[in-house]
């Protein structure tokens, strides 16, 4: 039995890398420590133990978890540091030689933190190989939502991934795909509501796979949250084209807490490229997906993801990918240059791409996508929408987002925080790309 008393004054520091999941993660892993008594630490404190929550996404992701690891060692020196998350998982041993780092937890063990904390704290030694090892054997699903004093709350309802496209990493550091029960992630929902949180985000891998281990199905899944009288809304973080049904778009059009905002993973607008890349769908079903969105709801905010400067992707390739966004009624792109992988199908592909061609490629992707997001802006001017707005950060103004994600922005009015509030959508400032709106209340 474990003297509570080791837990005493003890200080915890938690830092992110990467993806919403992530963030999720790591504010339950808190909520784990601060059950046993384990505090988080104030700015300027020294902590007691840091908990790193690595991404492993691009080459740039591997350079800032060093850098963050490195850097937390230096600040809280004496720290037991933890590093965890998808760098930690593919790189365990260049983790390991970082000076400072105590222990490197996979990620099939991250949910299981607060027992290696407990029994460090203890003295006890703590053998985290296995957690590394056997991430293609995890099949447990790991709940996580994140809490705090956001008006958002990240709820994870899926890990892991079968789909192995030949740049993605994914699969080595999450595993294979699996799912919490929709009456426990109902529960969780019910549990953020009562909180105070208005608006909680699906988070996942791939969530439209929802249901793999529990016989269920993504669509059942948000029929039963669309049910929750305490929670505002609900937005879908990411879900792949292929899983995009028309009965979840018809099931969204009709929907009483599910926002009109759509993310979705095309990564290519060119058939050959989406073929080398083993994508499960093609541009014309993509098409099709963003076709039926806008017919049956016009003012939905489409966010798309594309890789640029994959093995294989020519100079005709590309133009076929602008070509075919720019035919699109999306409202904005999220634009990544490729990163060779390790270990990834793709390194097999013959004709790589220079890092200029990489940089001239994104760049002109991003001007598409800010001339895309004015036109979507420009064209909500004047309507009327609900506005969640969020805590204030620094500064004198406060924001907060419409269901179709629209940006509004205005001074601080502390009876607005975190109050869903009917606006005009007024003034846009094109630069910034956010509304200034007259508050209908």
Known sequence: MTDNSIFENKKAIYYTLGCKLNFAETSTIGQQLLRMGIRKAMAGERADICVINTCSVTELADKKCRQAIRRLCRLHQGAKVIVTGCYAQLKPDAVRQIEGVDIVIGTGEKANIAGYVRNMLAGSDVNTDDSVSRINDVRSFSPSCSRGDRTRYFLKVQDGCDYHCTYCTIPYARGRSRNGSIADIVRQAEDAGAEGGREIVLTGVNIG?????????????????????????????????????????????????FAPHFHIPLQSGCDEVLNLMKRRYDTELFADKIKKIKELIPDAFIGVDVIVGTRGETDGFFEETYGFIDSLPVSQLHVFCYSERPGTLALKIDKPVGEKEKHERSCRLIELSRRKSLEFYRSQRGTVHCVLFE?????????????????????????????????TLDVLNEESLCFLPLINY
């Open 209 to 257: 796979d929802f249901g793999k281990t529990t016989n269920e199905s993504f669509f059942n899944l948000i029929c039963s949250l669309d049910n929750i009288e305490s929670v505002e809304r609900f937005r879908i973080s990411s879900i792949e084209p292929n899983l995009l049904t028309d009965e979840i778009i018809e099931f969204m059009a009709n929907s009483k807490r």
């Open 391 to 423: 805590h204030p950060g620094k500064g004198n103004r406060m924001q907060g987002f419409t269901e179709n994600y629209l940006r509004v922005e205005t001074e601080i009015r502390e009876s607005l925080i975190n109050r869903s509030v009917p606006v």
